[in-house]
């Protein structure tokens, strides 16, 4: 497996700098893979862990410590990811990948005076935006771990076949089957200025109470799913209909009406950020298809909430 992080330096000098070099490149990878920043950060020092319990000349006989770094953090990821549905089945609630700001809307700092390192900060795309996050929750390990290896991050399949411990034909069946996972949820593509004017629209008929005007928005068969994790209270199941997705919005707002609604950048597309007292409380993300949403994610989750959260 070759680093694609440095282009062209097939060989990385294994000091300090040329190995935290890679610290962006992992984290990007191993959010991709599990839908948590935590459990990426998580697994990334668990990957330098390994990599500095190793002996000077362990290290110096690697020829690419960048493609070492990568193949270990991706098993770390796939056994994560395999320990992940047992522990899923015994969330309080639903569980929605944690939402990511927009890079220039990342805060400098987090509970506790802790700073931000920059090389924390996820690269968004459209293989982040909250849509395709919740197909790839649908996936195998294997799936998602062949999927985001070879079609995001542009290795081979032989390479991917040493980190699933399968082979490489067997591994492009895995990818094939998650790219049409990934097909059949897609709808056409609504240009980003229309589902921004969406969105805004809304958050003031949301503002407003508007019943007439949040219906109009939503899609007939829209779904709304809310993540409280159980430190913090919501809907236990989803929400299906968009005239009972708008009448639950509308009683929120009434039993808040301290909320403050801002437009945001969640995961790379229009979202909104709820907040009391300055805190935000709830990150929203949406599915627009045409001129309708068709699906509204909304954590609560307070441990989801870090890289939102103010001073």
Same mark, same amino acid.
């Given at each position: ?12 000098? &294994? ?60 098993? +770390?990821?796939?056994?994560?990811? !395999? ?15 944690? &939402? ?8 400098? @700092? ?55 411990? !399968? ?44 019943? @007439? ?22 809907? &236990? ?7 009972? +997705? ?46 309708? +949403? ?12 870090? &890289?939102?959260?103010?001073?």
């Amino acid at each position: 497996m070759s680093t694609r992080s440095e282009p062209g330096d097939d060989r990385l000098d &294994p000091s300090l700098d040329a190995i935290m070099s890679e610290r962006r490149q992992l984290i990007n990878l191993a959010y991709r893979l599990l839908g948590s920043l935590a459990e990426a950060e998580d697994a990334v020092q668990e990957t330098y862990a390994r990599w500095y319990a190793m002996s000077r000349p362990q290290q110096e006989a690697i020829e690419s410590p960048g493609a070492w770094l990568t193949k270990v953090a991706s098993r +770390i990821c796939l056994d994560v990811l !395999r320990s992940a549905r047992a522990r899923r089945e015994t969330y309080v609630g639903e569980w929605i990948p944690e &939402p990511l700001p927009d890079r220039t809307e990342w805060l400098n @700092g987090r509970p506790g005076g802790t700073a931000v390192d920059p090389a924390d900060r996820v690269t968004l795309d459209e293989s982040i935006n909250m849509a395709f996050l919740v197909v790839l929750e649908s996936m195998t390990p294997a799936e998602r771990v062949a999927f985001i290896l070879h079609d995001v991050f542009r290795y081979s399949f032989a390479e991917v076949a040493e980190v699933v411990g !399968r082979t490489p034909a067997a591994c492009r069946q895995l990818a094939s089957s998650a790219r049409r996972r990934i097909r059949a949820s897609q709808a056409p593509e609504t240009p980003a200025a229309k589902r921004a004017d969406i969105v805004r629209d809304f958050k003031r008929a949301w503002e407003a109470k508007d019943i @007439g005007a949040l219906i109009g928005l939503l899609d007939p068969d829209a779904i709304a799913i809310g993540d409280g994790g159980g430190p913090v209270s919501a809907e &236990p199941r989803p929400i299906e209909g968009g005239e009972q +997705i708008a009448r639950v919005l509308v009683d929120v707002a009434g039993r808040a009406p301290n909320l403050t609604i801002l437009e945001r950048t969640v995961n790379g597309t229009p979202g909104l950020v709820a907040q009391q007292d300055g805190v935000t409380v709830t990150v929203m993300a949406f599915d627009v298809a045409g001129d309708r +949403i068709r699906h509204i994610w909304s954590v609560r989750n307070p441990e989801k909430l870090r &890289p939102w959260t103010t001073r």
